[in-house]
T-cell receptor, first 113, second 114 residues
Framework: GENVEQHPSTLSVQEGDSAVIKCTYS??????FPWYKQELGKRPQLIID?????GEKKDQRIAVTLNKTAKHFSLHITETQPEDSAVYFC????????????FGKGTTLSVSS | NAGVTQTPKFQVLKTGQSMTLQCAQD?????MYWYRQDPGMGLRLIYY???????DKGEVPNGYNVSRLNKREFSLRLESAAPSQTSVYFC?????????????FGQGTRLTVV
């Protein structure tokens, strides 16, 4: 079946450094790729998303890039801060009979000051 | 605006017992989802409903059933709970079409099966 693979599973950076998380997807028909942030004990919340007709999108310190040919997309966080520490999930909207949102296994980002 | 509301927040079941997790959204979304979250496994899709009256299996449907009662409500039923179903369950909803595709999550249900 369709799947989304996410790497790395854990990532530790120093405050001010950049962090990059990468995902690949299997369904070439996927057209929507969101990223969610989940803080400890809380629900996942959308931080940025990108559609298949766009190659890059930025929102302040975060950006997402998409390579449809290679079927991979990445999250970039610049000037990391301790409050960026959380679990990050990528996802892909699988457009078959319904609209199934499939998630990667997550990346635990730790930012140390 | 409540968003997505799940009940209950916590539940302990004995093996073999049944229960229904309730989910309701007030955003007039077409699509609703049920996920389970286990350490190191991310969010795995159990079942989803693209619109009122339709349901489809996700990645891990075995042991579960769902009902899309109306556009607002999507319930998840465990007919005979097993310890392997110990998990945190999240309901989510999305407009799923057009520019408003963001999925909104409920607060989660922590289920323990003993």
């Amino acid at each position: 079946g369709e799947n989304v693979e996410q790497h790395p599973s854990t990532l530790s950076v120093q405050e001010g450094d950049s962090a990059v998380i990468k995902c690949t997807y299997s369904d070439s028909a996927s057209n929507y790729f969101p990223w969610y942030k989940q803080e400890l004990g809380k629900r996942p919340q959308l931080i940025i998303d990108i559609r298949s007709n766009v190659g890059e999108k930025k929102d302040q310190r975060i950006a997402v890039t998409l390579n449809k040919t290679a079927k991979h997309f990445s999250l970039h966080i610049t000037e990391t801060q301790p409050e960026d520490s959380a679990v990050y999930f990528c996802a892909a909207l699988i457009d078959r009979a319904g609209t199934a949102l499939i998630f990667g296994k997550g990346t635990t980002l730790s930012v140390s000051s | 605006n409540a968003g997505v509301t799940q009940t209950p927040k916590f539940q302990v079941l004995k093996t073999g017992q049944s229960m229904t997790l309730q989910c309701a959204q007030d955003m007039n979304h077409n699509s609703m989802y049920w996920y389970r979250q286990d350490p190191g496994m991310g969010l795995r899709l159990i079942y989803y409903s693209a619109s009122e009256g339709t349901t489809d299996k996700g990645e891990v449907p075995n042991g579960y059933n769902v009902s899309r009662l109306n556009k607002r409500e999507f319930s998840l039923r465990l007919e005979s709970a097993a310890p392997s179903q110990t998990s945190v369950y999240f309901c989510a909803s999305s407009a799923a079409t057009g520019p408003n595709t963001e999925a909104f999550f409920g607060q989660g249900t922590r289920l323990t099966v003993v």
